[in-house]
């Protein structure tokens, strides 16, 4: 199986499947970068340079001098262009090399690679597929990260895995099993699924059946709730992959949702057995004003907590993956396979060796 | 020579023969593992989850969720069953899948494998190989461990080295010339061997040539000696390797011993590269009660000296052996010669690749 | 590229190019190895004890017993031989095994390889390659270390790259462009070089353009210096690489150097992706006495913290070269290209496997 990428169910080994790089991926935050500096970053091996000049938009180049392959991101933005630390090579907006101090300008050397760059919603995205496809891609929708009634908690981390375990873990609901400890027992009803050639939807509802409304579930409902029949299934949640993203909704007998996730999790290295995670969660402020700025430090903890588990778990897939030397998910819930089906059918197989 | 495995000397490299899986090999110990709880283990590279139900005797299973791969030692024991944290599958004392929180009772998926296992003297014991052979395969006997005429050290770690460097280190007496900072000079004298098809012993005498007697000896012999002739060549020292395991005794006049040492090196990784101790250090009492009690922790002090001078050098022959990719080593001592030829005989080779 | 180890301009890649063992190479500081001692050294993954007799000469031998090959460097002195740590077996200057303590003479088993060794100016060299030439090849010439004329720092750390970025970035005197805050900015201008069969020769003048004078360079030059056009191009840096070492002069007018640099970076694993660094870095006395001693310290820290931005990023070229699989080396300074030859026509290269 290790060989042939194949898992046991005869698909392909959905661990080795790539992100398909025809999508625009974040790959920084705004506030990470200030006017006049570049910052280095990565998208599945590929190591870019963000680089924001005095004036004008951001950029981003390959992370790589044309010289001698030291980060670009080392250097010194001037203008318009940034100026390789190590001899002084500098490269404009378009990536073609426009200085070297020692040589005529007659003669100068091949540039490097340029990415596709916007930024928008306090992140910054390129676009690591084919360029010619970048203006006819659009750029995700935010969910509510730019709504005046909604309050954002901007999030990331780096986790040790592909990213298809954090969409399997988000979506495949009946693991709030082990967030008993931060949550209570809370049996999930599943309530239906949507399928789309791109897009995958479950939805739930819930009822607890044991322990206190945990303080950060109170600050997403804005209410106190007990344990009663009268709160249990009364809140639809619905987690949606649409590749490559991925949102989480809270919403309360049709009203606008009380909860809002977007998240994304980009691959680092090649193998893409890491990824990157950039997440918008936003909860819809309450009529009493400021109960949220000052509610929000305990949100923050819960969530970070229930994060933690998370990620603690998937590593662990990952782990146990890289022991056995492939995917032995033996999966039971239908939309979870409907999930796997579409990361493989979006993805980009690897490319086997002729035998 | 790395890449057929066969060493210099044209057998198998010793360094790749694999233990033979069809014997109890001590994987936990018994205080490790409380009422109503599991820990993880390991032998040879696969993952064990050692279960203690609220009743019962302890049991072994996989250490992996047939559903997601992560190790079920990271849940919870219910009953006579272990729950897993991710999305609380359930699985039984045989391994059996008993429960899928959100699944109907009637498709239950495959569930794990189960290791055969037992409790004794403080350990924890499974066996690895054919679950089949386990009832005809008896238990090791622990030597005097738990005998009252004796007190018993129980000490274990883990070494990066394969299990056969320690079977030579403890049965070539010869490097006593290494301990000459924490026993003084001894003398070895080889008194000569026994070979049978699963054991190989080696008995030897000792006479102190320079430095004073240490205490940790003083205690184990339960008298203080100087360096005179009487003293010298009166004891015997019997190492023995019965496969897999190894001990060492020390008997002066054929009384019954004053030290008894049962020890077993555990594979850890797949490749056996690596492994843990687990040994059971047996002192015979004094006359003088309480004295042993007295003195325990200088001989434990003076035993983990040994010890850790015993482990880096094991280390050091492990590393070369990596760096050169496989046994160089030039034997002239006739009985390690023996005990070499014993661990291929009863360990497993490695398979080789059709050319 | 990564495969057949031929770069992009289809040459042999550099950076797999070894070194050619058949020259002297400095292993050790003499201050290191005391009477009576031993120490762990390498040459390219070759381990070396080093052996300091209480009587006559330095000698060097494998590293490894013939025996269980672990370190001899572990073991202990006894008047001209050297005993292993494990079993006691010794090693004479010659390398023959002289004494295995539970033996008889007349079996003795095979020895181990020794090294042409030489001391000289604090170094202990070692001669790799055959042994037979040793006797016709020089030791190195150091420059100015044993002149009373100059003061000498001897200093030397690990740098996690292949020897050929060290020499080019010693070379390329426009990367001076990466030391500006350590040096203020300086234009050089690159005056011609020279070549032989084994040497390359590059010769810069320097002006500052901006910043003042540092320290460090005022203690080299004896000399405060303004900005002015006095100072500017009035010292002629000489930087030469007579295989496999490098040195550095910098002289005024055809004086004698006021600095006079001779260094050489000495691989230490086996495929020489890392290199030990052994430089002498001679400073002309001034006329004063003892100002130079006075300001020694100051000395130290501006050339380590030269030294520190050179480490870093000759291991991120290193660290590209190994994410590339290989050597993208864009280069347009003459004199470095036919540097990079001379590496390679004077080095070993890999050996291909047949197809």
Chains 1, 2, 3 share one sequence.
């Not at 995700?140 to 005046?148: I, T």
């Not at 309050?151 to 082990?178: A, I, P, W």
């Not at 649409?242 to 193998?271: C, F, H, K």
């Not at 009529?287 to 700025?293: C, M, P, S």
Request: some cysteine.
């Amino acid at each position: 199986m290790a060989e042939d990428g194949a898992s046991s169910d005869g698909h392909a080994d959905l661990r080795r499947i790539k992100c398909d790089p025809n999508y625009w991926y974040p790959v920084g935050w705004s506030h990470e970068l200030k006017r006049g500096k570049t910052i280095g970053t990565r998208y599945a091996g590929q190591p870019i340079a963000l680089v924001r000049p005095q004036e004008g938009e951001v950029f981003a180049l390959e992370d790589r001098c044309a010289h001698r392959q030291v980060p670009l991101s080392k250097g010194r933005v001037e203008g318009e262009s940034v100026q390789c630390c190590y001899h002084g090579w500098a490269y404009g907006r378009s990536g073609r090399c426009i200085d070297v101090p020692y040589l005529g300008k007659g003669k100068l050397p091949n540039g490097v690679r340029t990415y596709p760059c916007r930024e928008v919603g306090g992140l910054i995205f390129v676009f690591p597929g084919d360029p010619d496809l970048a203006a006819s891609v659009p750029l995700p929708s935010l969910a509510r990260a730019e709504d005046p009634e909604y309050k954002t908690r901007r999030f990331g981390r780096h986790v040790d895995c592909h990213y298809s375990f954090m969409h399997e873990n988000l979506m495949d609901m009946n693991h709030q099993f082990m967030h008993m400890k931060q949550m209570g027992k809370m049996k999930p009803r599943f309530l239906g699924n949507d399928i789309q050639p791109a897009m995958v939807e479950a939805r739930y509802s819930f009822a607890r059946t044991d322990g206190k409304q945990p303080w950060g579930e109170t600050i997403i409902f804005g209410q106190r709730r007990d344990n009663s029949a009268k709160y249990a299934h009364r809140d639809v949640m619905t987690i949606r992959t649409e590749y490559p993203y991925q949102t989480l909704r809270i919403s309360t007998d049709g009203a606008p949702p009380v909860m809002d996730l977007w998240i994304v999790y980009v691959p680092q290295d090649e193998a893409q057995l890491t990824c990157r995670v950039f997440g918008l969660l936003s909860i819809r402020r309450p009529k009493l004003k400021g109960a949220l700025e000052l509610a929000w430090p305990f949100l923050v903890a819960f969530t970070e907590r229930i994060f933690r588990e998370d990620r603690d778990i998937v590593e662990l897939e990952q782990q146990a993956w890289r022991e056995l030397g492939g995917d032995h998910n033996q999966e039971v819930f239908p939309v979870i396979n409907m999930l796997r089906d579409l990361l493989r059918r979006c993805g980009v197989a690897p490319v086997h060796e002729a035998s």
